[in-house]
């Protein structure tokens, strides 16, 4: 099925189509949204970027608050994300599961999976899981290509993701929010990530375009 550009500029793209699941579960008007972009960055300086939780709320849109749960190796780790509360809505939490893994051409993928709320998460979240909406993550994936351009070394970015944020907003609101949120996401990133400091930090496992 073909993309929609919803926005677009030189370096960055948002775009969407309605999304396709396994049968056995209703896409119920959800749609899988596509952000590409280009960015000056080491691949270690994005990995480690993105598990900076300390750091999430500055960039991720909406982002109110993000710990580790665990910390399975280098690569995999476990983590939570709040969400501040939109009015009429309860505020949001991601539980996520993330594994990347480098493949022969350089390029690193990353899968981000849905987590099973963990018995410590209360205790982590210093509230109860009630009061939050779990966003369902029925797919989200990273997909990095490292390049030179003009004697710099760039990652071309793709994500692709299929959620539903529950509650009770309009199909073709929650829509919006979501396209809306993952431009301005993307942006901040796109921003923020080559003056990162993790810019001089590497991961023993990956391997760097040179």
Not at 28 to 45: C, D, M, P, Y
Not at 155 to 171: C, F, L, Q, S
């Given at each position: 099925?073909?993309?929609?550009?919803?926005?677009?500029?030189?370096?960055?793209?948002?775009?969407?189509?309605?999304?396709?699941?396994?049968?056995?579960?209703?896409?119920?008007?959800?749609?899988?949204?596509?952000?590409?972009?280009?960015?000056?960055?080491?691949?270690?300086?994005?990995?480690?970027?993105?598990?900076?939780?300390?750091?999430?709320?500055?960039?991720?849109?909406?982002?109110?608050?993000?710990?580790?749960?665990?910390?399975?190796?280098?690569?995999?780790?476990?983590?939570?994300?709040?969400?501040?509360?939109?009015?009429?809505?309860?505020?949001?939490?991601?539980?996520?599961?993330?594994?990347?893994?480098?493949?022969?051409?350089?390029?690193?993928?990353?899968?981000?999976?849905?987590?099973?709320?963990?018995?410590?998460?209360?205790?982590?979240?210093?509230?109860?899981?009630?009061?939050?909406?779990?966003?369902?993550?029925?797919?989200?994936?990273?997909?990095?290509?490292?390049?030179?351009?003009?004697?710099?070394?760039?990652?071309?970015?793709?994500?692709?993701?299929?959620?539903?944020?529950?509650?009770?907003?309009?199909?073709?609101?929650a829509n919006h929010?979501?396209?809306?949120?993952?431009w301005k996401s993307?942006?901040?990133?796109?921003?923020?990530?080559?003056?990162?400091?993790?810019?001089?930090?590497?991961?023993?496992?990956?391997?760097?375009?040179?």
């Open positions: 099925m073909p993309w929609t550009v919803w926005e677009d500029n030189r370096h960055l793209s948002v775009s969407y189509r309605d999304a396709q699941l396994p049968t056995q579960q209703s896409a119920a008007g959800l749609i899988e949204i596509q952000a590409k972009l280009s960015v000056e960055s080491s691949l270690a300086g994005f990995l480690l970027f993105l598990q900076d939780v300390d750091n999430t709320p500055n960039w991720l849109k909406g982002a109110q608050e993000s710990k580790i749960l665990t910390h399975a190796s280098a690569s995999e780790q476990s983590f939570f994300v709040t969400f501040s509360k939109i009015w009429p809505l309860k505020p949001r939490l991601l539980l996520l599961h993330s594994r990347f893994w480098q493949n022969d051409d350089l390029s690193v993928d990353m899968s981000v999976t849905q987590l099973a709320p963990p018995e410590n998460l209360t205790t982590a979240l210093d509230e109860s899981i009630d009061d939050f909406f779990i966003v369902t993550i029925h797919h989200a994936h990273w997909k990095l290509t490292p390049k030179l351009q003009g004697g710099s070394l760039r990652i071309a970015i793709e994500y692709t993701v299929i959620a539903d944020g529950g509650g009770n907003a309009p199909t073709w609101l929010m979501a396209l809306k949120s993952i993307m942006h901040a990133l796109q921003q923020q990530l080559p003056h990162s400091h993790w810019q001089s930090k590497k991961i023993s496992n990956i391997k760097e375009l040179k």
